[in-house]
Nanobody, 120 residues
Framework: QAQLVESGGGLVQAGGSLRLSCAASGSIFGIGSMAWYRQAPGKQREMVAGITSGGITNYADSVKGRFTISRDNAKNTVDLQMKSLKPEDTGVYSC??????????????WGQGTQVTVSS
């Protein structure tokens, strides 16, 4: 089956920027929507941004105007550009994608996550 690998997390000061990348590899027969989620300590995982295979995007209200999600269908990648970061953006960011099986059915897959820490 397919796999997702994230990169680009790290420590940044408030007001700074980071770019996360997620690459899909393995047996890929089609990718549907892709998204970035985050989980802050002691909180439930929440969707930060999503993008359909056609490029339609949606964002959590808390990140609108600061984060931009993009994808490269030829490279099977999805990126998250984060600007004007705030301490409350701290968390483990995970990539999620819908993959199509040869049979035509779909399954969800998660990456392992990457830590983003924003210091005040």
């Amino acid at each position: 089956q397919a796999q997702l690998v994230e990169s680009g997390g790290g420590l940044v000061q408030a007001g700074g920027s980071l770019r996360l990348s997620c690459a899909a590899s393995g047996s890929i027969f089609g990718i549907g929507s892709m998204a970035w989620y985050r989980q802050a300590p002691g909180k439930q995982r929440e969707m930060v941004a999503g993008i359909t295979s056609g490029g339609i995007t949606n964002y959590a209200d808390s990140v609108k105007g600061r984060f931009t999600i993009s994808r490269d269908n030829a490279k099977n990648t999805v990126d998250l550009q984060m600007k004007s970061l705030k301490p409350e953006d701290t968390g483990v960011y995970s990539c999620n994608a819908e993959f199509r099986r040869p049979s035509g059915s779909w399954y969800n897959y998660w990456g392992q996550g990457t830590q983003v820490t924003v210091s005040s």
